[in-house]
């Protein structure tokens, strides 16, 4: 199947600090890209859909000003999550539909982030 | 009443049973039906989709979708400890963009 790399897999950081996370999809183009965050015991949430070369769709009660997406390419989007707090400290995982069928979504291996 | 709902488990079940996972939901438009597994602290694994109902096999696995009853099964044939894991059921209708995610089962197979 169909690979998508993300990065950092684990990120420590200070409450203040913004922290990027990688999604690149390796074997694949992908014009979309979907951001999810995921908290213990419970589904995925979907944060945002990133869109090649055009602004990210974000869903009902997420700050766009506070999670950054950037997809500058057909292989990568980017997260970042400004000014990070405790809260904010949860797992990200990103995804992309190969061959645009969104029902055939790969993901990456996911990055748990803990705000100190 | 959520769209999708998924009993979160734990279902422990010894090696070599067959196991079965379970989805229901409550938008008749839903069309696509898929199966991950997820071990912790990874992401999720495409198992098994299906479009509208019908049965799906592949290797051990089998899904099941019926859409009158609006519920999704999935069925693990000889189950391995390896198979350990949470499976979370999602599905979408024709033309959405978005995936609806269960919350998952967690699955313990006991060697």
């Known amino acids: 199947g169909a690979v998508v790399s993300q990065h950092p897999s684990r990120v420590i950081c200070k409450s203040g600090t913004s922290v990027k996370i990688e999604c690149r999809s390796l074997?694949?183009?992908?014009?979309?890209m979907f951001w999810y965050r995921q908290f213990p015991k419970q589904s995925l949430m979907l944060m945002a859909t990133s869109n090649e070369g055009s602004k990210a769709t974000y869903e009902q009660g997420v700050e766009k000003d506070k999670f950054l997406i950037n997809h500058a390419s057909l292989t990568l989007s980017t997260l970042t999550v400004t000014s990070a707090h405790p809260e904010d400290s949860s797992f990200y995982i990103c995804s992309a539909p190969e061959g645009g069928l969104k029902e055939k979504l790969f993901f990456g291996s996911g990055t748990q982030l803990s705000v100190l | 009443q959520k769209e999708v709902e998924q009993d979160p488990g734990p279902l422990s079940v010894p090696e070599g049973a067959i196991v079965s996972l379970n989805c229901t939901y409550s938008n008749s438009a839903f069309q696509y039906f898929m199966w991950y597994r997820q071990y912790s602290r990874k992401g999720p694994e495409l198992l098994m989709y299906t479009y509208s109902s019908g049965n799906k096999e592949d290797g051990r696995f089998t899904a099941q979708v019926d859409k009158s009853s609006k519920y999704i099964s999935l069925f693990i044939r000889d189950s391995q400890p390896s198979d350990s894991a949470t499976y979370l059921c999602a599905m979408r209708g024709l033309g959405d963009d978005k995936i609806i995610f269960g919350k998952g089962t967690r699955l313990h197979i006991l060697p």
């Open positions: 074997d694949f183009q992908a014009t979309t």
